[in-house]
């Protein structure tokens, strides 16, 4: 007869096991091994291509100030790359998607382009800059690799420095110096973006004493290079970095009102007759006459003029040059070059995008982060308002180095600001010591 449960044991019984074989329930460790017995060595792979797949966006980083067309001619392979060898699905966001929108409808300018031949270098180029993009978001996940990225970029800026200074100990009579094959204006907008990039390693304290200190070095170095290329408007865009640096320390949560600003601007000057407006203070900076500001109080209208013709949809991207009657350039202006490539849907599209970028960048409260998107609307608003940035590659790289800076300073919950307190308060003596 069976006996009544809990009165001798359990009616379920325990497996049997063999002789010298491991409970179940006990651990094998520390327990001797049996004679010849090996464990199998785990399997581990001697690559770690994911943590590779920052390289690829390292070298256009570092490619990109030094010349752009060679960022141009292999930036898309580049992304392919740092995408495949991440070993993860991209998790795109709004301003992934507006990016490949943009470039979407830039492709889409080639039905009524006026010049297809330079649009569909153009749109060659829209397509690389946004994978650039793309790519660089999704493999800057650390802040490791944002420093990584960061100061490959610094590398290629202190490499077009130096080429600067040869040149220029080899003409010391020339107003501007440039590097061969490379548009002066583009080195010179490289060169204050790498001063504001500079900026960004210094505010999250990347590295230790010694690089902060090299860092602190490549402040100065960068802005002799710049007055080295006579652009005007970068040492505009310096002295106004270093002015509101200064307010935003006495006064805080300025950016909003930088970027208001910076809109405003714009908007307003190209397409304002500013023909007759002569600001004195200009003659006195690289020892230049101001004419007309070599030659954009007299593109702006002419650029201007062809935007309203087709407002809407644009006369096709890149094809403004070529239909430029007197000088066969650009607009000049990031409003007009926009509107006569892409039209006020482009314009709309490229704000939306800079501005989810910018939303990435700094959500919350936290000041530091407010900070750095103040510096880099208001480095950028003098090169925005008289040279061509939409579709570099520096700044689109340098955006995406933006948009991943929460990877570099987290966000302090309120939890996070309790544990630190209490940290603190247990490190303070409680009383005197006798």
């Known amino acids: 007869m069976a006996e009544p449960h809990g009165v001798t044991g359990s009616t379920i019984e325990r497996p049997t096991r063999p002789p010298g074989s491991i409970p179940a329930d006990e651990s094998p460790i520390g327990r001797r091994r049996a004679p010849g017995f090996t464990e199998p060595a785990?399997?581990?792979?001697?690559?770690?291509?994911?943590?590779?797949?920052?390289?690829?966006?390292?070298?256009?980083?570092?490619?990109?100030p030094v010349n752009a067309t060679l960022v141009y001619s292999g930036g898309l392979w580049l992304a392919v790359v740092a995408l495949l060898?991440?070993?993860?699905?991209?998790?795109?966001?709004?301003?992934?998607?507006?990016?490949?929108?943009?470039?979407?409808?830039?492709?889409?300018?080639?039905?009524?382009?006026r010049d297809i031949e330079?649009?569909?270098?153009?749109?060659?180029?829209?397509?690389?800059?946004?994978?650039?993009?793309?790519?660089a978001r999704h493999v800057l996940c650390s802040q490791r690799r944002l420093v990584l990225v960061a100061g490959a970029f610094?590398?290629?800026?202190?490499?077009?420095?130096?080429?600067l200074f040869i040149a220029g100990r080899r003409?010391?009579?020339?107003?501007?110096?440039?590097?061969?094959?490379?548009?002066?204006?583009?080195?010179?907008?490289?060169?204050?973006?790498?001063?504001?990039v500079t900026v960004l390693l210094l505010v999250v304290r990347a590295g230790n004493r010694l690089v902060r200190a090299v860092l602190w070095l490549l402040l100065p170095l960068f802005g002799y290079a710049t007055s080295l290329t006579g652009t005007r408007a970068c040492l505009v865009a310096l002295a106004a970095v270093a002015v509101?640096?200064?307010?935003?320390?006495?006064?805080?949560?300025?950016?909003?009102?930088?970027?208001?600003?910076?809109?405003?601007?714009?908007?307003?000057?190209?397409?304002?007759?500013?023909?007759?407006?002569?600001?004195?203070?200009?003659e006195h900076l690289f020892n230049r006459p101001i004419e007309d500001l070599s030659g954009r109080l007299a593109v702006w209208p002419i650029a201007a003029a062809s935007f309203w013709d087709s407002p809407l949809l644009g006369i096709g991207v890149g094809a403004f040059p070529s239909t430029n009657p007197y000088y066969g350039v650009g607009a000049h202006s990031l409003l007009l070059s926009l509107g006569n490539d892409l039209g006020l849907i482009g314009i709309a599209l490229f704000a939306a995008l800079v501005g989810f970028l910018l939303r990435d960048a700094a959500p919350g409260d936290s000041r530091r982060r407010g900070m750095l998107v103040g510096v880099l609307i208001v480095a950028w608003t003098p090169i925005w308002l008289s040279g061509h940035?939409?579709?570099?590659?520096?700044?689109?790289?340098?955006l995406a180095i933006w948009s991943r800076v929460p990877v570099a300073i987290p966000v302090r919950t309120a939890a996070h600001r309790r544990r630190r307190r209490a940290r603190v308060d247990e490190r303070r003596p409680v009383g005197l010591v006798r």
């Open 42 to 64: 785990p399997i581990v792979s001697r690559w770690n291509l994911s943590s590779l797949s920052v390289l690829p966006i390292c070298v256009a980083a570092a490619l990109a």
């Open 154 to 163: 610094l590398g290629g800026a202190v490499w077009a420095a130096i080429q």
């Open 244 to 282: 509101y640096l200064v307010v935003d320390r006495i006064a805080g949560r300025t950016w909003a009102i930088a970027i208001v600003l910076s809109a405003v601007l714009l908007a307003v000057v190209p397409f304002a007759d500013l023909a007759q407006y002569q600001p004195p203070w200009l």
């Open 118 to 135: 330079s649009s569909r270098v153009a749109v060659q180029a829209w397509w690389t800059v946004a994978l650039l993009l793309i790519a």
């Open 389 to 398: 940035w939409e579709i570099s590659p520096a700044a689109w790289l340098v």
């Open 171 to 196: 003409d010391e009579t020339a107003l501007r110096i440039s590097l061969d094959g490379v548009g002066v204006n583009y080195t010179a907008y490289c060169l204050a973006t790498a001063a504001v």
């Open 85 to 113: 060898s991440s070993g993860r699905i991209p998790r795109v966001g709004a301003a992934d998607y507006l990016a490949l929108l943009i470039c979407c409808w830039a492709s889409t300018t080639l039905i009524w382009s």
